[in-house]
Nanobody, 116 residues
Framework: VQLQASGGGLVQAGDSLRLSCAASGRSASTYAMGWFRQAPGKEREFVGGINWSGINTYYSDSVKGRFTISRDNAKNTVYLQMNSLKPEDTAVYYC??????????WGQGTQVTVSS
């Protein structure tokens, strides 16, 4: 399984950005997908997740109401729409694919930098 995250960049506070995570190697359509992030000097933290059908989504309190996860199973792709970005959202963002009770497969990460 390979996960390719893309869409990161440098934006200003208040801007929006959409990240994509394309899965290959096995269909992602039957697995939960998640987004994580890691800021410099900090531990990786959970951002949000989506179940296999896309019906259920869940978010960390720090992004709830600003970020939205969606998926297109026909394209084996998951998205993270980030609105009202803040400097504290600056991090490397990773997508992951669930397998049972674990996040088994990880993408390489994409840098998001939010300037104040």
């Amino acid at each position: 399984v390979q996960l390719q995250a893309s869409g990161g960049g440098l934006v200003q506070a208040g801007d929006s950005l959409r990240l994509s995570c394309a899965a290959s190697g096995r269909s992602a359509s039957t697995y939960a997908m998640g987004w994580f992030r890691q800021a410099p000097g900090k531990e990786r933290e959970f951002v949000g997740g989506i179940n296999w059908s896309g019906i259920n989504t869940y978010y960390s309190d720090s992004v709830k109401g600003r970020f939205t996860i969606s998926r297109d199973n026909a394209k084996n792709t998951v998205y993270l729409q980030m609105n009202s970005l803040k400097p504290e959202d600056t991090a490397v963002y990773y997508c992951a694919q669930g397998d049972g009770s674990t996040w088994r497969y990880w993408g390489q990460g994409t840098q998001v930098t939010v300037s104040s």
